[in-house]
Each structure stands twice: as structure tokens, then as C-alpha cells.
């Protein structure tokens, strides 16, 4: 990659986050990078919206990732122990299939959830998957800007997620989302617990679904390409 760099005229980033860490740790010269934010097709998650809080004392919270270790169900789960002790109505679903599964369902039976927590496997429908949720949770130790919570604000859900990438450039802490540090159950757990106990998760769910719109659609990425293709000397 590095001797690739004095060819290139322009490295994209996908977060600011990710920007700054290619420049600081990747020795990419500040000059040739640009950032564009990863876009999602939103059609299908805005046309199968969730409704968070609607069916109380249940919460459903409900996490889409490969159970791989990068994605960090272990803490996870750590965390949805504290918080089903404290939320009765708690509910988890794990969405996602991977080398990990074995372990993650010992750990679950471990902390005597197995009757809380769902092992979903791979999703032939995530919009279907995320309407059925009350609050979407990401445990990742590192992200570049996940698509996956773009899909889930699309949806009208509220966060809770790590802290990691680019994440709270889509997700904000306190408006949108509350997050938490990485590998921190104990963290995750009390984001998890403030968002259940939220008195209107709707209207925080409303405000991503809102901020995804404005800010990440695909079209918007991909008219952010054709400027730098243009400016990079593209034809038209």
C-alpha cells in the first residue's frame, strides 16, 4: 500500500475517524486524503420502520453482525446479564453467523440467559429483522462508519454502540445514541439500561431515522465520487 502512495492522487476515507487514524498510524500524507461517507440503500429499512417502546414492559434489543471476534459479542452479552437483571421485560437478539457461535452460545447459557438471548443465524431479511426491535446495540472493538447502524437509525431505532470509528459521526451520543467505551460490559450495560428506561425511545429513534436521511443516503456518496473523479481530472 505504502509504495502504491506516490501514485495515487487521492485516498478516500469512509469517517472522519477513519481518516485520522490512515494519516497518524498508516502514513498517508494528510493532502491526498479525502473523506466521504459511506452511504446505505435506505429504501427498504424507511419502508419497514420498527416502533421502538410500543410494546413495553418488553424491550427487544437486537444486534446484526458476524460472530467474529472483532464485533465483540462476548462483552455483549456480559453486558445484556447486567441489564436483564435490571430490565425484566429485557429481551436480545444476536443476528449473524461465525466461528464464534459455539463459544457465544456456552457464555449465554453460562449467565443463565438462555432464555433471554435468541441466536438468530444469517438474515435472509434484516429490514424485517430490525422492525422487530426496540434498540439497536453494537459491541465492536473497531469500525470503520458500519452500515448496519445506518440501517437500524433507517429503521427508526435507537443505539447503543461502542464508541469505535466513525460511528458518533452517524450516531451522536445523547441525541440519537448513547455509547459506550469498547470491552467496557459494564458501560455497555448502562448505555443499555438508560436507553430501555428512555421515557420515549420513539422520539429518539425519529432523530436518527431523520439524520440518516439527510446525511447518508447512497445517492450522496456516490455524487461525492463523481465530484473527485471530476476534480481528479475525469472526463465527464
Known amino acids: 500500500f505504502r509504495a502504491t502512495l506516490p501514485w495515487v492522487d487521492c485516498v478516500v476515507l469512509i469517517s472522519e475517524a477513519t481518516r485520522q487514524f490512515f494519516v497518524r498510524y498508516r ?15 435506505l429504501e427498504r ?9 410500543s410494546k413495553l414492559p418488553r424491550v427487544r434489543f437486537g444486534t446484526a453482525a458476524r460472530l467474529v ?30 466461528l464464534l457461535r ?3 452460545v456456552r457464555l449465554a447459557n453460562e449467565l443463565n440467559l438462555a432464555d433471554r438471548v435468541t441466536f438468530v443465524g444469517a438474515l435472509p431479511d434484516t429490514a424485517e429483522f430490525l422492525s422487530q426491535l426496540d434498540v439497536f446495540v453494537l459491541s465492536s472493538l473497531n469500525e470503520g462508519l458500519p452500515l448496519v447502524i445506518l440501517e437500524a437509525m433507517a429503521a427508526g431505532l435507537p443505539v447503543v454502540s461502542t464508541r469505535v470509528g466513525g460511528v458518533e459521526e452517524a450516531a451522536r451520543d445523547g441525541y440519537s445514541a448513547y455509547l459506550a467505551e469498547p470491552c467496557d460490559s459494564d458501560g455497555l450495560a448502562r448505555a443499555m439500561i438508560r436507553m430501555a428506561r428512555e421515557p ?7 432523530l436518527g431515522r431523520q439524520t440518516v436521511q439527510e446525511r447518508f443516503p447512497i445517492e450522496g456518496t456516490w455524487r461525492e465520487y463523481h465530484k473527485l473523479f471530476l476534480s481528479l481530472g475525469a472526463r465527464a
Open 102 to 104: 459455539d463459544r457465544l
Open 69 to 98: 471476534g472483532e464485533k465483540d459479542h462476548f462483552t455483549l452479552l456480559r453486558a445484556f446479564a447486567i441489564v436483564s437483571a435490571e430490565v425484566p421485560g429485557a429481551e436480545l437478539q444476536i443476528a449473524g453467523d461465525g
Open 45 to 53: 429499512f424507511l419502508k419497514a420502520p420498527a416502533h421502538p417502546g
Open 200 to 206: 420515549d425511545m420513539a422520539r429518539i429513534g425519529a
Open 27 to 41: 502514513g498517508i500524507p494528510e493532502g491526498k486524503t479525502r473523506v466521504i461517507l459511506n452511504g446505505a440503500h
